[in-house]
């Protein structure tokens, strides 16, 4: 029976995926494409799904079903995975591929600015990245691989890093710990160089004074973009969000912040995932994004701050407090939220529903000039909180 529904999932793949078809039937294929990601399952919401997170491109993925727009991949013995079909490309290096792969030696290192991990593999493998707090501390999953790791070097120039190691947690999925000397997490950034991870983490800066970090912000939507609409002056998000950032950069400003970055300054398009990659290449030191909120019930209104990650929840939580001032209803902090400008481990972030426009009462405080003032002054205040709040 096994054999027989071996025989129909590889059949089924090579059937409904025509660009996997081939003489010899092979089921492999590389990831490519914009920040590629894989899902945990099928399941949807508006902003497409629970994911397990960005992967780098030209990583080797074995495709054993498909639906109409997705690839199923097996990650390891008991692992799978989903991959939207348009990020991977066929791989006919070889049909053969062997059941596992070895890992090699690790080296922790650090130069001026950053601390390394490099861990040496025989192939691009899948790969899952996590926070954990108490103490802060950065996990990897790899599959498909069994650990011939002898040796872990760690380097005296490390200055984040505090220890590294492994273990062979399944036959075929091997975890890396990289615990942490701070409780705050400040970022990291995982992709490969070569056959080699390579995890990159941000160190706490010397001085934690906002007047000394990088700090993004990010207008919500524009361009086609539009947006949620307002239900009674028609303002539209796009609009309203771009005046929320220019008066949070005037306040950052006349505080003598002097690094701010904007994803936008007019009413321009920018995919969301140029946005990420914008960000990621400016690296700044945290990333404040902007929207307004809607609903189907008019009733509902008020604030609310969201995050990926759990290392980024102290953020996130700071800023609702602060915003709570301003005599908004709470709509809470949420964690795990599925959009891509808070989905990057890069640096902390935290997005911020400032109000409702489908709601009427906070509508007509959003489109006001001195809101726009006193949320500008509730977010830096927010910012400076968590800054206190983070122990050296």
Known sequence: MKIIISILAIFFTISTSAQFNSPVGYRYGRTTGKLPALSYGLGEDRLGGAKLGYIDTNVLLKVIDSTK??????LSKWHTAYLEKIFLKPDSSSPIKKPFYLTGSFIAKGDSLFDYININLEEKLPYKSWMEIGPAKIMIDVYGVQSNTNWV?????LKEVKNVYYQQVEDDVFRVTIELKHQQHWGYSIGYKGKQLSVRVKRQPKLLDIKKLTIAIDAGHGGTNTGSGGVKLKTSEKEQTLLFAKSLEKSLKMLGVKNIIMTRTNDTSFDNKDRVLFLQEKNPDLVISLHLNSSSKAEIKGVSTY?????FRPLSTSILSK????????FGNIGHFNFALITPTDFPNCLVEIAFLSNEADEKRIVTPLFKKQVAAKVQAGIIDWLKGIKN
């Not at 727009?69 to 097996?74: H, P």
């Not at 915003?323 to 709470?330: A, I, N, S, V």
């Open 69 to 74: 727009e997705m690839y199923l991949v097996q």
């Open 153 to 157: 070097t760690q380097l005296s120039t």
């Open 307 to 311: 995050y990926k990650h759990i290392g």
């Open 323 to 330: 915003m709570l001032e301003l005599k908004l209803d709470e």
